[in-house]
């Protein structure tokens, strides 16, 4: 697991923790419905008390295959002409055993990739041959390298392929926060990792 992928599970056991205490407290007040997942940070939550934004209208007419159920956006990044969202359904009825997808949206069109996929890029180690920006959904289309049996990791094809990675998960982690809450539980919480290294974003 890399750098960020242990972040994020350390602070999503932070998150599942609040919100477990908060559900237990109103217990005795009104039944708990069925949690939903946060398939980013792998964390369950009570769609009563923890409220992520839903994806729009628009997205849902546009982008075939997400046109059924609400869903909340996990993580969205924005650059030049395109967006890449995460989103899941967030209805406790829907058992949703789909592999996680990011989608890019860019002139009109949708185009799914592969989340995990997507996190198992490594930068190279002569660094990036390829230059500018190209929008694509990281990890697509890009050779397997095989580490173990039945291991594989790619490698990343530009600096601007890691930072929509490093992005989506800066996102998720900030959405969570927005979300649960945590701000005025942990108040001066350190979260996440900037850049190619461990240094802190205060929030």
């Given at each position: 697991?890399?750098?960020?992928?242990?972040?994020?599970?350390?602070?999503?056991?932070?998150?599942?923790?609040?919100?477990?205490?908060?559900?237990?407290?109103?217990?005795?007040?009104?039944?708990?419905?069925?949690?939903?997942?946060?398939?980013?940070?792998?964390?369950?939550?009570?769609?009563?008390?923890?409220?992520?934004?839903?994806?729009?209208?628009?997205?849902?007419?546009?982008?075939?295959?997400?046109?059924?159920?609400?869903?909340?956006?996990?993580?969205?990044?924005?650059?030049?002409?395109?967006?890449?969202?995460?989103?899941?359904?967030?209805?406790?009825?829907?058992?949703?055993?789909?592999?996680?997808?990011?989608?890019?949206?860019?002139?009109?069109?949708?185009?799914?990739?592969?989340?995990?996929?997507?996190?198992?890029?490594?930068?190279?180690?002569?660094?990036?041959?390829?230059?500018?920006?190209?929008?694509?959904?990281?990890?697509?289309?890009?050779?397997?390298?095989?580490?173990?049996?039945?291991?594989?990791?790619?490698?990343?094809?530009?600096?601007?392929?890691?930072?929509?990675?490093?992005?989506?998960?800066?996102?998720?982690?900030?959405?969570?926060?927005?979300?649960?809450?945590?701000?005025s539980v942990f108040g001066r919480s350190f979260v996440l990792i900037r850049g190619c290294t461990n240094s802190l974003i205060r929030m």
């Open positions: 697991m890399n750098a960020i992928g242990r972040a994020t599970a350390g602070i999503a056991s932070a998150f599942f923790l609040v919100v477990t205490i908060g559900a237990q407290t109103n217990h005795s007040k009104r039944r708990v419905p069925q949690f939903v997942e946060n398939p980013v940070l792998g964390i369950g939550y009570n769609p009563l008390v923890v409220h992520y934004e839903l994806v729009s209208d628009r997205f849902r007419k546009l982008c075939r295959g997400h046109d059924y159920q609400p869903q909340a956006i996990y993580a969205h990044v924005h650059s030049g002409s395109a967006d890449y969202y995460v989103t899941a359904i967030v209805d406790p009825r829907v058992d949703d055993d789909a592999p996680l997808a990011i989608t890019l949206v860019k002139n009109g069109t949708c185009v799914d990739g592969d989340h995990q996929w997507a996190h198992n890029g490594v930068p190279p180690k002569n660094g990036y041959a390829e230059q500018g920006v190209i929008e694509r959904i990281p990890g697509k289309d890009a050779p397997e390298i095989q580490d173990s049996p039945g291991e594989f990791h790619y490698e990343l094809r530009s600096a601007h392929e890691e930072w929509i990675v490093r992005s989506l998960d800066r996102d998720a982690l900030l959405r969570g926060i927005k979300a649960f809450g945590v701000k």
